[in-house]
């Protein structure tokens, strides 16, 4: 059974960079779109963008100036780097897998984690 | 972007009961629609895609439809593990968005 599992700093200063990675397991990372999405506390959820095995990628215009996924599929892993981070970054991160090539919705998600911007 | 807006925001039910939640899009999506649960402390859960299809391993109790810019999800007798808060997407234009999300409670 596909298994992901969200890693990262737990905290991380404003104007910082936001370091996350997703490790996939129980399945192969190739042939597949993978998602970050977040959540603020009490709030809802927030797409942020996809990569592909191949390394396409596809941000949230609402983020796209600050966002970057990247993909190591010899280590079954995919990235998000979030620069300039505020405290309205504060979130639970999930990465998440889509279902399939032309359909983005999500079947497979990690047990997030919870990052705070603070100094 | 595509606003997705749910309804009820919080929706009162007791165990047995049907419960009906709504949601619309500001643009038609066609059938791109899918549906969440989301129980206190987990992850998301996949329920229904293409507005009305299961999920591998969903109940039958869940049961979505719609098209264009209405859609419904349908629990038809609720269970003690169905009190959780459900989110809608639309995945016809990125960047995918979700709703505000309904919280049912008993």
């Known amino acids: 059974q596909m298994q992901l599992r969200e890693s990262g700093p737990g905290l991380v200063k404003p104007s910082e960079t936001l370091p996350l990675t997703c490790t996939v397991s129980g399945g192969s990372i190739n042939n597949h779109y993978w998602s970050w999405i977040r959540q603020p506390p009490g709030k809802g959820l927030e797409w942020i963008g996809y990569?592909?095995?191949?390394?396409?990628?596809k941000y949230n215009p609402s983020l796209k100036s600050r966002v970057s996924i990247s993909v190591d599929t010899s280590r079954q892993q995919f990235s998000l780097n979030l620069t300039s981070v505020t405290a309205a970054d504060t979130a639970v991160y999930y990465c998440?897998?889509?279902?399939?090539?032309?359909?983005?919705?999500?079947?497979?998600w990690g047990q997030g984690t919870l990052t705070t911007v603070s100094s | 972007d595509i606003v997705v807006t749910q309804s009820p925001g919080t929706l009162s039910v007791s165990p047995g009961e049907r419960a009906t939640l709504s949601c619309r899009a500001s643009?038609?999506?066609?059938?791109?629609s899918a549906w969440y649960q989301q129980r206190p402390g987990q992850a998301p859960r996949l329920l229904i895609y293409g507005a009305s299809a299961r999920a591998t391993g969903i109940p039958a109790r869940f049961s979505g439809s719609g098209s264009g810019t209405e859609f419904t999800l349908t629990i038809s007798s609720l269970q003690s593990e169905d009190f959780a808060v459900y989110y809608c997407q639309q995945y016809k234009n990125w960047p995918y968005t979700f709703g505000q999300g309904t919280k049912l409670e008993i």
């Open positions: 998440a897998r889509h279902f399939n090539i032309g359909h983005p919705y999500f079947d497979s």
């Open positions: 643009q038609n999506v066609s059938s791109n």
């Open positions: 990569i592909f095995y191949n390394g396409n990628t």
